[in-house]
């Protein structure tokens, strides 16, 4: 009932920059938090940015100051702004959303997840 589709990753050197961007589709009632996770090899997945319906937005540490979570929520698509990427940010990167969808006569929540797109920063 619901699909996230991530786009966006790819090979880029040191201090370069990377758009991701992530559609929401389904039956799709309303969208609250949304998010970007991220998982190395060999490491678990961590949480990298998140944005409430409202613009509200929270990162990690380590991104801070490089990275810029937004979202439209006309079109149901998250972006993440990848600014002086380094060798340490490689990895799949997952988008997540919080959605309430329709299922019927009624409306359910899920916790959705993409399928990852493939984030990789050459030295």
């Known amino acids: 009932q619901v699909q996230l589709v991530e786009s966006g990753g790819g090979l880029v050197q040191a201090g370069g920059s990377l758009r991701l961007s992530c559609v929401v589709s389904?039956?799709?009632?309303?969208?609250?938090?949304m998010g970007w996770y991220r998982q190395a090899p060999g490491k678990q997945r961590e949480l990298v940015a998140t944005?409430?319906?409202?613009?509200?937005?929270n990162y990690a540490d380590s991104v801070k100051g490089r990275f810029t979570i937004s979202r439209d929520n006309v079109k149901n698509t998250v972006y993440l702004q990848m600014n002086s990427l380094k060798p340490e940010d490689t990895a799949v990167y997952y988008c997540?959303?919080?959605?309430?969808?329709?299922?019927?006569?009624?409306?359910?929540?899920?916790?959705?997840w993409g399928q990852g797109t493939q984030v990789t920063v050459s030295s």
């Open positions: 944005i409430t319906r409202d613009g509200s937005t």
């Open positions: 389904g039956s799709i009632f309303s969208i609250n938090a």
């Open positions: 997540n959303a919080d959605v309430r969808y329709y299922d019927r006569d009624y409306i359910r929540p899920a916790d959705s």
